[in-house]
């Protein structure tokens, strides 16, 4: 294969990034059901139309690459291979929970998968990962970091002074941007002057590229190579993946219940589900409905099985409140 | 007087002011949504247009230095961060640039910027979008820093803070949006830098700030039932902050309290005891006593939270040991 060809994705490899894009959905709905229910109090803001990113973007990854992200980040959690249990502890406030109860949905943590954490201050991660692609640079590691944010971070100095320093160094660092053209209430055009969020890159000195983000199979395809400069030494890149998120900004009511009215778009993006999108090029290929439904049972289990965990864990004692100010008190990590 | 909510007197202020000076304009995130900023800045936009209620893109650091150049060209901007964390990303055109304007050019400019950021915490939203902190201001000569507790005081130190001419910051909590209390039609100005007695006592003195000053109150009728006689002084200006009373107040009592909802490390509450122990520790009976967050950032889980906040019964129990109520956490030599 010449450069910049792309391989026939293999089917097992596809079915991967689906069951990945399984989880997220069903362990969101999950989550959004509980929310409902008033079993889940934390602020919950579902990545549910997304996934194809995150599943497209790390499955170019090594388990010990980087990825940070921010208060959506349920699906960059799962799909870098985030422990379910963990992330529904985190959500239940648990001790259990991936961060001991100390973060809840916006705050989620598996540094064993690579995961050094997902944050709500918009773009706050951003140069995180630069630094952590810095630390791969001087270290010699070869670790690449993967940076995940929305449209509305790129309106943060934090994201062009990112660039431009990933750029003047060529740091091992992939800006994957989910553009869902909504920050909030405000859409895309409210706030920027032109969609060309990608733009950044070359204006940086860095590809950029806009793709469809709802295409797990092409998210892969684009990181991978992304992937692949980054190792060699050649620097960052930056993906605008163009998405849509269904839900509201937060929790799991849909927009118009909360008063904010987008355009009639929804209906446009509900048939690009990258969820069904993937199922039916499985289907073409030959896998069988049976499997893609066992495949969606055993997942339903997994997802069950955490809630169970969940709810069954203990809350973090009051002897909690203090400790951990400072690292290494009160019995290091 | 007719009533308001706090929340409806936010918006009431900055409807007039847009109506009475064309100098004002509100920039922010949140100011056109429906949820954002609660019902405080509710359908502004429609009735003032959108070029002067503007909402904004995710660039805090940009829309505040934004706001300070336009009050450096004359304007009377207020800048909103629907949470103060936010706001941590505009700390240089607040601190760098605003609040040392009038000093670097020998008062012949100034930055008569307006910066409102709300306390937004509680709900299981974690260390990132619950933090109060009016102490970094604190310690920034050139800047005002305001907490209105009551619907009274949200108009009037609004109005105030816009026509002051000097950088203000104007700090607001949702926990008190829904409190209500009189709040006359007409615009009016609530002095920065006065405190508002709340409660006359002879016991002790309860100095508070924002929500805790709500608490405060609530606090001082408790102990009152048990024969305790709390004076409380609601701050309402953290910076320049009402010495005079404090210290009168003090002198009466002998016993001094401050309650506010922030780290005690650095904060107000450090600030005002400092004061006291300076220049009337002889005053004092008993050691000086702070009502503030533990030294650690909000935690998440629901059973962390219900611990790390204090609430009246804080303050009420913090009265109690330092009048000796209780034997056991009684301190020696501190009993009058
Ligand atoms: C520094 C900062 N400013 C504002 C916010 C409030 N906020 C939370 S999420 C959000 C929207 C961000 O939009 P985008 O980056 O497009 O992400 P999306 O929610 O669409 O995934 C905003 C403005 C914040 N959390 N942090
Ligand atoms: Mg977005």
């Known amino acids: 294969m010449r450069p910049g060809e792309a391989a026939a994705p293999d089917r097992d490899f596809v079915l991967r990034m689906h069951r990945t894009m399984l989880r997220i959905r069903i ?35 090594r388990r010990n690459d980087y990825v940070w992200g921010g208060h959506r980040s349920h699906g960059h959690y799962l799909a870098k ?18 961060s001991s109860g100390r973060g809840g949905s916006m705050h989620l943590f598996a540094p064993e998968v690579g995961i050094l954490g997902t944050v709500p201050l918009v773009a706050a991660t951003i140069p995180l990962a630069v630094g952590s692609a810095l630390a791969s640079k001087v270290s010699g590691d070869g670790k690449v970091s993967v940076s995940f944010f ?67 199979i092409g998210v892969h395809r684009a990181a991978e190579e992304a992937v692949r400069r980054a190792r060699r030494g050649e620097g960052p890149t930056l993906l605008e993946c163009r998405t849509y998120r269904w839900r509201g900004h937060v929790g799991p009511s849909w ?79 | 007087m007719r009533s308001l909510t706090y929340a409806r007197a936010i918006r009431e202020a900055f409807a007039q002011l847009l109506a009475s000076d064309p100098r004002v304009f509100v920039i922010g995130q949140g100011l056109w949504s429906p949820w954002y900023v609660g019902s405080s800045m509710e359908s502004l936009d429609v009735e003032f247009g959108r070029s002067r209620v503007i909402d904004s893109p995710v660039s805090e650091n940009a829309t505040t230095g934004a706001a300070v ?63 109060a902190l009016q ?30 001419g000097n950088p203000v910051l104007y700090i607001d909590d949702r926990w008190l ?52 006689d709390a004076e409380v002084i609601d701050l309402r200006s953290v910076k320049p902050w009402d010495k005079e009373l404090v210290l009168e107040s003090v002198r009466k009592t002998g016993r001094l309290l401050v309650a506010d909802a922030a780290w005690a490390t650095g904060g107000v509450a450090a600030e005002v005891i400092a004061s006291v122990a300076c220049e009337a520790a002889d005053s004092l ?27 009246s019964e804080t303050i009420a129990r913090a009265v109690e040991n330092m009048l000796c109520l209780k034997e056991a956490s009684c301190p020696t030599g501190s009993r009058s």
């Open chain 1, 255 to 333: 927009d118009t219940d909360v008063g904010v009215k987008r355009k009639d778009e929804l209906k446009d993006w509900l048939p690009k589900d990258p969820v069904a999108r993937s199922a039916s090029w499985l289907l073409e290929r030959g896998v069988a409905k049976a499997a893609l439904d066992a495949l969606e049972r055993e997942v339903r289990a997994e997802v069950e099985e955490a809630v169970a965990f969940a709810r069954a864990s203990p809350y973090p004692g009051e002897e909690e409140l203090c400790t951990h100010v400072f690292h290494g008190e009160n019995g290091g990590a």
């Open chain 2, 177 to 228: 949006y829904q409190e209500t209390g009189g709040v006359p039609e007409e615009l009016y100005e609530v002095p920065i830098g006065k405190a508002a007695l709340r409660r006359e006592g002879r016991d002790v003195t309860v100095v508070a700030t924002s929500f805790m000053a709500a608490q405060a109150v609530v606090a001082a009728g408790a102990l009152a039932r048990r024969g305790v």
């Open chain 2, 285 to 311: 009976v008993a050691r000086p006593a702070r009502v503030c967050l533990p030294d650690a950032p909000a935690p998440m889980s629901a059973s962390l939270e219900k611990v790390y906040y204090p609430r």
């Open chain 1, 27 to 61: 362990a969101e709905e999950q989550i959004a059901d509980l929310v409902e229910a008033g079993e889940v109090k934390c602020p919950c803001h579902l990545y549910i139309g997304q996934e194809g990113i995150a599943a497209g973007a790390c499955a170019a990854l």
């Open chain 1, 81 to 98: 291979g985030g422990d379910m249990k963990g992330m529904m502890a985190e959500v239940f406030g648990k001790a259990t929970g991936c």
């Open chain 2, 135 to 164: 102490a970094f201001f604190l310690h920034v000569p050139g800047v005002k820093v305001v907490m209105p507790a009551t619907p009274y005081d949200a108009k009037g130190l609004l109005a105030a803070a816009v026509r002051d």
């Open chain 1, 150 to 216: 929305g449209d509305g971070a790129t309106e943060e100095g934090h994201f062009h002074e990112s660039v431009n320093l990933a750029a003047v160094y060529k740091l091992p660092v992939l800006f994957v941007c989910e553009n869902n053209f909504y920050s909030s209430h405000l859409g895309l055009l409210e706030r920027r002057a032109a969609d060309n969020i990608f733009k950044a890159g070359e204006a940086h000195g860095v590809p950029g590229l806009a793709i469809d983000g709802n295409d797990a």
């Open chain 2, 69 to 131: 150049g336009a009050a450096l060209a004359g304007m009377r901007p207020i800048v909103v961060h629907p949470r103060m964390d936010f706001m941590v990303l505009a700390i240089d055109p607040i601190i760098n640039q605003a609040a040392n304007w009038s000093y670097m050019f020998a008062g012949k400019a100034s930055a008569p910027v307006v910066v409102r950021s709300i306390i937004n915490r509680g709900g299981e939203q974690a260390a990132q979008h619950s933090q």
